[in-house]
């Protein structure tokens, strides 16, 4: 082989070229990795003043910069002959007339400290693609330090922003709190005293709630529709009402459905200081309850449930009359009415009165015979003859007539009945009886 060319020698020996080896990548290689010490020595903050000298290459770049070094590896690969990388486009996402600023600038300025992204992009559209950051509280205005209790509830009033969380001391809680009631809104005055259960203590709000019986009034409601009933009980307790704070005790019985734990509490009532008509109402209670869930035997029967419960006898029969009346057992109506004299006779007794058990009877529809047979025991002859002709009990009001002598009444009550019945014959027979006087 021939030896080459002086000018051979010289061009492969340069320090811009280089033979070709078989250790070329590794030799790119190197390259790359001195093109990215040199970007890394961009972003390398240090304090030397050499750093304030920038230095350029033949064609005017900054040694140094991103541009020269993409350009210098560029450079090196297509020399090298090898299959360069694909292409990266690293166009920005974002308009750069939003920004006026370059990479470079941002890394090595000293000037200016570093500023955020928000900042560099001022632009209106940039702001479709990066949300504004919030501004540090160093910055914001705290323009709600200033309000005073009387401004903070007329803006709550009005519907607008508020802050309550400001008010930390007792004095000013008060304060805001009266101001509320000055107002005379009820909104108003319920969102003050969340605030101040949320942030007093029960014993102190108690205490200020004493003195202020508006706020109370409100608070005792508001308890109420939240069904707190415990923190409700306790505020009773502590206002000194405690007979309302039985009474509320023993409204929880209405909320247990198991029978045997509704027993339990009604027994844990009994101890509470009620009024003396409500102690007894609450140990009946009890013991109803005790026996409905025993019914056994006797024990549970009406008599026996009459004299535990000290139940009169007007109120015994008007409640065993109706009940009976509706189930339609006109024997055990009889037997609620039988008594017995001491010679052993059987005799109709009503405590109600007769006119009041013929109203009940009727209005459970008794048959005529059983509505007669009690028209006729009232002894008031004038009101057993309205009855009886209100219920059409024309045997009865024939023989009131009879008994009252008044043969004109009779004569008159004929042409109600039907012709050529009973009752019609039967008037017409004592109408031509001489043996009777009659008055008229």
């Not at 058990?357 to 028209?375: C, F, H, T």
């Not at 002598?405 to 009779?410: E, S, T």
């Amino acid at each position: 082989m021939s030896r080459a060319k002086p000018e051979d020698d010289e061009y492969w020996n340069s320090s811009k070229f280089s033979a070709f080896t078989f250790d070329d990548e590794d030799d790119e290689f190197t390259k790359m990795k001195e093109s990215k010490r040199a970007v890394n020595s961009i972003l390398v903050d240090d304090d030397d003043d050499d750093d304030d000298v920038e230095k350029v290459s033949w064609s005017g770049e900054p040694i140094g910069s991103i541009s020269w070094s993409v350009k210098e590896t560029a450079s090196s690969f297509r020399s090298s002959g090898e299959q360069s990388f694909p292409k990266i486009d690293t166009a920005p996402s974002l308009p750069k007339q939003g920004s006026g600023y370059s990479l470079s600038s941002l890394f090595k300025a000293k000037s200016k400290p570093f500023q955020s992204f928000s900042e560099s992009f001022t632009d209106t559209s940039t702001r479709a693609y990066a949300p504004e950051l919030r501004k540090p509280k160093s910055e914001c205005k705290d323009y709600m330090s200033d309000w005073s209790p009387e401004e903070t509830v007329r803006r709550m009033r009005k519907g607008r922003a508020y802050s309550l969380e400001r008010f930390h001391s007792l004095q000013d809680k008060l304060l805001l709190l009266d101001e509320a009631v000055s107002l005379h809104d009820g909104n108003v005055i319920t969102a003050v005293l969340i605030y101040l259960k949320r942030s007093l203590s029960k014993e102190i709000l108690f205490r200020e709630l004493m003195v202020r019986e508006v706020a109370l009034r409100h608070y005792v409601h508001y308890l109420k529709e939240m069904g707190e009933q415990k923190l409700l009980v306790e505020l009773m307790k502590a206002l000194g009402r405690t007979e309302d704070m039985a009474l509320m005790q023993y409204k929880e019985h209405l909320n247990i459905k198991d029978e045997g734990r509704r027993r339990d509490f009604l027994k844990s009532c009994l101890s509470l200081p009620f009024s003396q008509d409500d102690a007894m109402h609450v140990q009946d209670h009890y013991t109803l309850l005790e026996r409905q869930i025993i019914i056994e035997g006797t024990f549970s029967s009406p008599a026996n449930i009459r004299k535990t419960f000290r139940i009169s006898e007007k109120q015994y029969i008007l409640t065993a009359l109706g009940a009976r009346a509706k189930l339609k057992s006109w024997f055990d109506v009889d037997s609620l009415f039988n008594t017995k004299n001491w010679l052993g006779y059987t005799k109709k007794r009503s405590p109600i009165g007769f006119h009041r058990v013929v109203d009940i009877l009727q209005k459970n529809n008794a048959p005529a015979q059983v509505l007669q047979e009690y028209v006729n025991l009232i002894d008031d002859p004038e009101l057993r003859l309205s009855l009886a002709q209100k219920y059409k009990c024309h045997d009865i009001v024939i023989d009131t007539y009879k008994d009252l002598k008044d043969r004109q009444q009779l004569i008159v009550y004929q042409g109600k009945v039907e012709r050529g019945s009973h009752e019609d014959r039967k008037i017409e027979e004592l109408i031509n009886n001489m043996q009777i006087r009659w008055k008229n």
